[in-house]
Nanobody
Framework: QLQAWGGGLVQAGGSLRLSCAASGSVFRMNLMGWYRQAPANQRELVARMGSNGFQEYRGSVRGRFTISRDNAKNTVYLQMNSLEPEDTAVYYC?????????WGQGTQVTVSS
């Protein structure tokens, strides 16, 4: 089970921090990440991070967003700075392990201009 929180309404240039905690059977080796979906758009990768430290970012957020994780807490974070109206979307966390994907409920991020 994945529980995400931290979304909200912020003005352009502001910051938000998303958190997502995994509970239940969590493998030692896994990949946790954040995806987002804006209305009428497909869900897209924002950033993901492996338990071994591997990181990947979407080009448009590189330098503004930072993904991190606490393996002891099975929690992944997304620090979002310099937010832009184009970042407005529902953000979902995903856990990939053992060949399966698990999704958390979305959290709305709205950036006003």
């Amino acid at each position: 089970q994945l529980q995400a929180w931290g979304g909200g309404l912020v003005q352009a240039g502001g910051s938000l921090r998303l958190s997502c905690a995994a509970s239940g059977s969590v493998f030692r080796m896994n990949l946790m990440g954040w995806y987002r979906q804006a209305p009428a758009n497909q869900r897209e990768l924002v950033a993901r991070m492996g338990s071994n430290g591997f990181q990947e970012y979407r080009g448009s957020v590189r330098g503004r967003f930072t993904i991190s994780r606490d393996n002891a807490k099975n929690t992944v974070y997304l620090q979002m700075n310099s937010l832009e109206p184009e970042d407005t979307a529902v953000y979902y966390c995903k856990l990939s392990q053992g060949g399966s994907d698990y999704w958390g409920q979305g959290t709305q991020v709205t950036v006003s201009s």
